[in-house]
């Protein structure tokens, strides 16, 4: 089973949401893992606009990448530059891919707005995770 890291800045959203759907489509090949390379806590929109899909996230934590430094990963995808910038070493054979995404937790505007922008970037991981080749 091929053991994958989705890292972001926070892990509290778009890393988050790639890991539960990364689980679901792919869940029986792949153990899926997900860390920041800070922490910021779980995002209650991201929660909210995956339970409006069926997934439930609200037992995840946020994760920090030093957490994971004993696993050997296959691979590791990072989804926003900042991350990209951070990621640090992997040793052996583990392959690393970028993947940005915007970030909703920095949008403006009115709730309905915002939980919509939660819900695009949401369907955008969802289906990237969907097409991903284990």
Not at 63 to 90: G, K, S, W
């Amino acid at each position: 089973m091929k053991k994958i890291l989705i890292l972001c800045t926070g892990n509290s959203c778009r890393s988050q949401m790639a890991e539960a759907y990364i689980r679901h489509f792919h869940g029986h090949e792949a153990e899926v893992f997900s860390a920041g390379v800070e922490t910021h806590g779980l995002n209650a929109r991201a929660v909210q606009v995956l339970k409006e899909d069926g997934i439930d996230i609200s037992h995840h934590t946020s994760n920090h990448v030093d957490e994971y430094a004993d696993i050997q990963f296959d691979l590791v995808v990072t989804v926003c530059d900042h991350a990209a910038n951070r990621c640090p070493i992997f040793p052996g054979g583990t392959t690393k891919i970028h993947q940005p995404f915007s970030d909703p937790a920095k949008l403006k505007g009115n709730d309905a707005e915002i939980v919509q922008g939660f819900r695009d970037v949401r369907d955008a991981i969802k289906q990237w995770a969907k097409d991903l080749k284990i």
